[in-house]
T-cell receptor, first 114, second 114 residues
Framework: GAVVSQHPSWVICKSGTSVKIECRSL??????MFWYRQFPKQSLMLMAT?????????EQGVEKDKFLINHASLTLSTLTVTSAHPEDSSFYIC??????????FGEGSRLTVL | GENVEQHPSTLSVQEGDSAVIKCTYS??????FPWYKQELGKRPQLIID?????GEKKDQRIAVTLNKTAKHFSLHITETQPEDSAVYFC?????????????FGPGTRLSVLP
């Protein structure tokens, strides 16, 4: 199947700093990518839909200024957690649709804010 | 919008027994129903999917059935093995819509006891 790569897989940062997570589609072009947050033992919570060349669409309750999304090319979307705080610690996962009906996920990024 | 429910939330079976997980969806326009397996700390992996023009699909020990009238679909795992232990998510979406997210069920934690 198609490959979606996410980096970094693990990051620890101090409170107040910003962290950037990259999501790349390695063997296909993705005009749309999705960013999720997953709490322990819970399902995938959609944060935003990232659209190449335009603004991201955020889900209700997700702070746009807190979670900056940039879809600069057909193969790259980035999520920046700005001024991170301990409550932002979580598992963040991106995904992209390669062909009609198939969704592939990145490896996920575990963020720990001290 | 679409709403996906999933039951049970946890399931324990003895190795060699069968496991069944059921999902219901609300939007009759949904026509693609994938199942994902997520091991602890890893990305969700597509294990099987079914489209609305098919009632059943099988891949070795895994099968999925779909009842469009009742708007429910089920995952069946036969001859379970310890490596089947994971969280399983069902999802519903509309194919040919690259910009549309998948709506995920809350997940089922399957434990296969040796």
């Amino acid at each position: 199947g198609a490959v979606v790569s996410q980096h970094p897989s693990w990051v620890i940062c101090k409170s107040g700093t910003s962290v950037k997570i990259e999501c790349r589609s390695l063997d296909f072009q993705a005009t749309t990518m999705f960013w999720y947050r997953q709490f322990p033992k819970q399902s995938l919570m959609l944060m935003a839909t990232s659209n190449e060349g335009s603004k991201a669409t955020y889900e209700q309750g997700v702070e746009k200024d807190k979670f900056l999304i940039n879809h600069a090319s057909l193969t790259l979307s980035t999520l920046t957690v700005t001024s991170a705080h301990p409550e932002d610690s979580s598992f963040y996962i991106c995904s992209a649709r390669a062909v009609p009906g198939e969704l592939f996920f990145g490896e996920g990024s575990r963020l720990t804010v001290l | 919008g679409e709403n996906v429910e999933q039951h049970p939330s946890t399931l324990s079976v003895q190795e060699g027994d069968s496991a069944v997980i059921k999902c219901t969806y609300s939007d009759s326009a949904s026509n693609y129903f994938p199942w994902y397996k997520q091991e602890l700390g890893k990305r969700p992996q597509l294990i099987i999917d079914i489209r609305s023009n098919v009632g059943e699909k099988k891949d070795q020990r895994i099968a999925v059935t779909l009842n469009k009238t009742a708007k429910h679909f089920s995952l069946h795992i036969t001859e379970t093995q310890p490596e089947d232990s994971a969280v399983y998510f069902c999802a519903a979406t509309i194919t040919d819509n690259y910009g549309q997210n998948f709506v995920f069920g809350p997940g089922t934690r399957l434990s296969v006891l040796p």
